[in-house]
């Protein structure tokens, strides 16, 4: 079981972080952030969709084609727990070695796209003041970075979890005797 975990969740944590590092990196100054927003969560999804093949493979290989709902989820889990840590891993590394400035192009995307969609002004300088002390904390505080990221990151792994583990989750038949 260990090993299924742990390939199913690296290679999922890298899956992940595939749109952040490949689409944003390339293309993603020109999309809006609820696009962006988008493709990244889609990617996400697709990610942990490995969760069901995970869950389906050791049920049907290891557990004779049955498997709890609990040992489906705690197997989920933990898949959802490496890639997320992957996922916050090669995150830190990229904001801290290619994209340093991601906090500053956010709250300027932000901005201008609150302006094209009519907020006031005084809403606008309200939620920019709140916006910017969020992101001096992010790009100051390593830990408070990890933390929001692994929030991007984590709810959709349970939520696929608790999904796959109902889905697949399979008792063994009692054995009958014809007399």
Same mark, same amino acid.
């Given at each position: 079981m260990k090993k299924t975990i742990w390939v199913y969740g690296v290679i999922a944590g890298l899956? *992940? +972080? *595939?749109?952040?590092? +490949? /689409?944003? /990196?390339?293309?993603g100054d020109h999309m809006s952030l609820h696009t962006r927003l988008f493709f990244g969560?889609?990617?996400? +999804?697709?990610?942990?969709?490995?969760?069901?093949v995970a869950v389906k493979n050791y049920r049907d290989s290891f557990q004779n084609g049955t498997i709890t709902f609990g040992k489906a989820f705690r197997i989920g889990l933990l898949i959802t727990l490496i890639a997320s840590t992957v996922y916050v891993i090669i995150w830190m590394?990229?904001?801290?070695? !290619?994209?340093?400035d991601y906090g500053d192009k956010y709250?300027?995307?932000?901005?201008?796209?609150?302006?094209? *969609? /009519? +907020?006031s002004a005084a809403d606008i300088k309200k939620q920019a003041a709140e916006l910017a002390a969020t992101m /001096?904390?992010?790009?100051?505080?390593?830990? !408070?970075?990890? !933390? !929001?990221?692994?929030?991007e990151i984590v709810p959709v792994g349970i939520l696929i979890t608790l999904l796959v583990a109902l889905i697949l989750k399979r008792r063994s038949k009692p054995v009958t005797v014809n007399a």
């Open positions: 899956i *992940s +972080v *595939s749109w952040g590092v +490949v /689409g944003e /990196g390339m293309i969560y889609a990617t996400m +999804v697709l990610a942990f969709s490995l969760i069901f590394i990229d904001y801290r070695y !290619f994209v340093p709250q300027a995307q932000q901005i201008a796209e609150w302006k094209a *969609s /009519g +907020v /001096g904390e992010y790009k100051a505080n390593a830990i !408070f970075r990890a !933390f !929001f990221t692994y929030l």
